[in-house]
Nanobody, 120 residues
Framework: QVQLVESGGGLVQAGGSLRLSCAAS????????MGWYRQVPGKQGQLVAN???????NYADSVKGRVRISRDNAKNTVFLQMNSLKPEATAVYYC??????????????WGQGTQVTVAS
């Protein structure tokens, strides 16, 4: 069982930056894949970015160049640095983790979510 706790969300002006953190309850070097989904009411959730235990990263096309995912294995924490934020980035951001395989389509574990609001 992996517990994930997100932090770092909040209100920011368009063009600003935020860094989300996700603290895991176990050694993340043993977790195959970790990432961030975002959810807007009435819309399908979107995988924003993910990072494997080997350090490979993947980004949604809509955020490439403005978002960076990273991990600190010593702190068991994954980060999502978001720059040049746009109002359409407003959503609840969920940290997720997958230990069974590397597929992030339906991650096994989810955090409670953190709200990100980008004001225009």
């Amino acid at each position: 069982q992996v517990q994930l706790v997100e932090s770092g969300g909040g209100l920011v002006q368009a063009g600003g930056s935020l860094r989300l953190s996700c603290a895991a309850s176990q050694n993340i070097s043993s977790i195959n894949n970790m990432g961030w989904y975002r959810q807007v009411p009435g819309k399908q959730g979107q995988l924003v970015a993910n990072i494997t235990s080997g350090g490979s990263t993947n980004y949604a096309d809509s955020v490439k160049g403005r978002v960076r995912i990273s991990r600190d294995n010593a702190k068991n924490t994954v980060f999502l640095q978001m720059n040049s934020l746009k109002p359409e980035a407003t959503a609840v951001y969920y940290c997720c983790a997958e230990t069974r395989d590397y597929d992030m389509y339906e991650p096994e574990y989810w955090g409670q979510g953190t709200q990100v609001t980008v004001a225009s």
